[in-house]
């Protein structure tokens, strides 16, 4: 059984309409924070609120204790109940996922939000998310035409990384947009001032379906991750198995 399990009552296809257009309006903004600072994707770095305000309320939040072992998912008016029974540790993130369906696909995004505290009234804002596809995989060469934000990743001058997930043994093709930003280095760090300088930027872990070995534009993916990362980091992992490739785009 799939982890989105559909619990929400269905929406009707004006609803749907609606909250495409919204969602998608949101991915091509460009979020001013610090200093006139903006990541690429659009959402990195937005406020709690003003997710809620270009999406409206989560569909569903998500408990993780153990990546890909442990883990809930229920929707908002169930939380009285859920959340005191499992969540034995307060620090774990309430993660928050909303759903649409776009080009025939059904895509999940899941919220992880940090503690910003560097100015005087702390807030929320986006560290990382996520991309599901699991019931709906896409091919890597149409990925940008359902996570739209992905667009950015298909330029010949993205680097590109392989690795494996540790807990599925899934491929991971990562790509790490050339663009350099402070802004990224700070959300890497919980929102903190990184105790070194790297050279971080916005990156897309793109996890291919299990059974999928090589690596090209038709390879079947099943969900993103996007975050900060760095070269250092990743050319780090080398323990991991993980190494710098030919980006795939590149023979476009």
């Known amino acids: 059984m799939s982890v989105w399990s559909s619990q ?4 009707s296809p004006s609803a749907k309409f609606l909250f495409v257009i919204v969602f998608l309006g ?4 460009v979020s001013y924070l610090v200093g006139e600072e903006h990541l690429q994707d659009g959402i990195l770095g937005l406020t709690i609120e003003e997710v809620h305000k270009e999406l409206g309320l989560p569909k569903y939040y998500y408990l993780e204790e153990e990546p890909y072992r442990r883990y809930w998912l229920y929707p908002p008016e169930d939380a009285s109940k859920v959340e005191p029974k499992f969540w034995a540790d307060p620090s774990i993130p309430r993660d928050e996922v ?3 369906e776009k080009g025939g696909r059904k895509v999940m995004y ?3 939000y940090a503690w910003d505290r560097r100015q005087p009234q702390p807030v929320q804002r986006v560290k990382k998310y996520w991309a599901y596809l699991k019931d709906n995989p896409v091919e890597l060469a149409e990925l940008a035409s359902v996570v739209s934000e992905f667009s950015h990743a298909t330029k010949a001058d993205v680097l590109c990384f392989k690795g ?3 807990n599925t043994n899934r491929v991971i093709v990562t790509f790490l947009l050339p663009e350099i930003s402070e802004l990224a280095g700070i959300i890497a760090n919980n929102f903190r001032e990184p105790a070194e300088a790297k050279e971080w930027g916005v990156c897309f872990e793109v996890l291919l379906c299990e059974g999928q ?3 090209s534009l038709k390879s079947k ?6 975050g900060p990362g ?3 980091r990743f050319l780090g992992f080398k323990k991991l198995g993980y190494s710098e490739i030919v980006n795939p785009f590149s023979s476009l």
């Open 164 to 166: 494996r997930q540790i």
């Open 230 to 232: 760095s070269k250092r």
């Open 8 to 11: 929400a009552k269905k929406e």
């Open 110 to 112: 899941r919220f992880q």
């Open 98 to 100: 909303y759903s649409i």
């Open 213 to 215: 070995e090589e690596i």
């Open 26 to 29: 949101m991915l091509f903004m």
């Open 221 to 226: 993916v099943c969900e993103v991750i996007i």
